[in-house]
């Protein structure tokens, strides 16, 4: 399942372009929307020796956060901390920090830092509950009229392409007890291990799911797989929060320039 989540099946991937952009929504529960759009870069294939075990670059393009990158460091040694470098539109600077909490929201959404970059396997104690069939269709984002804006007009339905895929079903609990849930089960696919759900508790009461939408590249190895998109679900606040793209702006393999991934391209960002 980290295997999916980090493309380590592939050198690079990218997400988005200028004719589609990965695009961010964020309802609250009185059906105020926010929009954002992004691209990203993932590099994976760092020699040996680098100590580096891959790099994620996020270029916000439209929004509030229009102008702002973030560039994260992941380390082949997992007992080093993460390093992230934002790019700060407003100040035309740089910023370095240490690893965010995992439960800190990122982009302003109802995803956290440990959804996206931060939680390892290691972070939490696995339970298999079990083998089973995956019968529903995945959440989505429904707009009503007037609640969108150009980005949303490709907002995709549920994704129904998971159902009758056989699954495992998972229990995972964190060591640490201040991150706002203390158990999730997870809802993985048996043959390529893409994590179609996750449903998070406190105290027995749902607090938050999370469904991604999967599609394979097409590759030898079943776990070469790219996302279209994510929903999730903030149950206490009625948050509704979804990043989609469409899948011919997300491309792997590609001859992209190694000088990419450092500070310099986000001193180059234009608001």
């Known amino acids: 399942m980290d295997y999916v989540n980090r493309f380590d099946a592939v050198r690079n991937v ?40 891959a790099r994620d670059l996020v270029v916000f393009r439209s929004g509030k956060l229009r102008g702002t990158g973030i560039l994260v460091t992941d380390y082949s040694d997992p007992e080093q901390g993460r390093a992230y470098a934002i790019w700060l ?63 949303t007009t490709g907002l995709p339905a549920g994704d129904c392409e998971a159902r009758g895929r056989p699954v495992y079903r998972l229990r995972s609990r964190p060591h640490r007890t201040d991150l706002g849930y203390d158990e999730r089960l997870i809802w993985v696919d048996a043959e390529t291990f893409a994590d179609y759900r996750s449903v998070y508790y ?13 599609r394979s590249m097409g590759l030898e190895d079943p776990r070469a797989l790219y996302w279209v998109y994510w929903y999730a679900r903030t149950e206490v606040s009625g948050q509704e929060g979804m990043a989609f793209v469409a899948p011919d702006s997300v491309r792997w393999d590609g001859d992209m320039d190694p000088d990419l991934w450092t500070e310099r391209t986000l001193r180059r960002i234009r608001q």
């Open 89 to 151: 539109p407003s100040l035309r600077k740089v910023r370095r920090f240490s690893e965010p909490d995992p439960s800190e929201s990122w982009g302003g959404s109802n995803l956290s830092y440990g959804d996206i970059y931060i939680r390892r396997p290691e972070d939490e104690v696995h339970e298999l509950l079990g083998r089973e069939t995956f019968d529903e269709c995945l959440g989505a984002v429904q707009l009503a009229a007037g609640q969108g804006d150009r980005y």
């Open 14 to 53: 990218s997400y988005g372009d200028r004719d589609g952009r990965v695009v961010v929504i964020n309802r609250a529960a009185n059906g105020r929307t926010r929009v954002n759009t992004f691209e990203r870069w993932r590099r994976n294939d760092y020699p040996e020796g680098d100590g580096v075990a």
């Open 202 to 214: 406190r105290a027995g009461e749902v607090v938050k799911r999370i469904d991604k939408s999967w």
